[in-house]
């Protein structure tokens, strides 16, 4: 065999061994791109939602440009402002969770949720996707208790994943608040983990801000 029949045999072997491959190459990279996709991220994050106008529940709404911060409110809206951020980890409470949808929503200043034509859950409501290292954030004003209730100050949230179906969590409560029960302080983290119950610190900007980390129910 002279070289240069064994040079064409030689690129004719690995021509067929690159095709053979070739197949699960694409395939590969598909199943990457697929789960790298905010579309395919939350088309299977719906697929654990609850129905629409389940109560307490607002995942199957999730707009298509949601990310791992939104704002609540606007700058004309009355109000105390305050920003909540955290990070969302797994089971162990240690590893964090990405692509975690989580859904808030609390009453406006005077204690109501939705006025007139707004959604069932009001004005102040929105999602966030948590980014690769499992965080989040949400600007809003701080609620008011319901009228002539004497239930304590909070924020409502669910939250669903992409192996887990949608479920509330325990709602964000403010130090402070006269109103918060004992019982409260006692269930505090049962869902969810961590403490529930944070504590708002004004900034130099005029902001109160606090953190809420939250462990998924496993």
Not at 23 to 43: E, F, K, R, V, Y
Not at 97 to 114: C, E, M, V, W
Not at 125 to 143: H, K, N, V
Not at 169 to 197: K, M
Request: hydrophobic share 35%; net charge positive.
């Amino acid at each position: 065999m002279n070289q240069l029949d064994q040079t064409r045999r030689e690129f004719l072997k690995r021509s067929s061994i690159a095709l053979a491959t070739l197949p699960l190459l694409i395939g590969c990279s598909g199943d990457t791109l697929a789960i790298a996709n905010p579309s395919d991220i939350l088309a299977k994050l719906k697929r654990n939602a609850k129905a629409a106008g389940t109560e307490g529940m607002g995942a199957i709404e999730v707009p298509d440009n949601v990310t791992w911060r939104t704002a609540f409110k606007t700058t004309k809206d009355d109000g105390e402002p305050m920003i909540i951020s955290g990070t969302v980890f797994k089971s162990d409470g240690k590893t964090p969770a990405p692509n975690t949808l989580i859904y808030f929503y609390h009453t406006d200043k005077n204690g109501i949720y939705g006025r007139g034509s707004q959604p069932r859950h009001g004005r102040y409501r929105g999602w966030m996707l948590t980014d690769a290292r499992g965080r989040y954030e949400f600007a809003s004003i701080r609620p008011a208790s319901y009228p002539n209730s004497t239930q304590s100050q909070h924020v409502h949230m669910s939250i669903t994943t992409l192996d887990a179906r949608e479920d509330w969590y325990d709602s964000i409560l403010f130090e402070g608040d006269s109103l918060i029960t004992d019982r409260e302080r006692r269930s505090a983290g049962e869902r969810g983990g961590f403490n529930p119950i944070v504590r708002l610190e004004r900034g130099s900007d005029g902001i109160m801000r606090a953190g809420r980390d939250i462990q998924v129910m496993s």
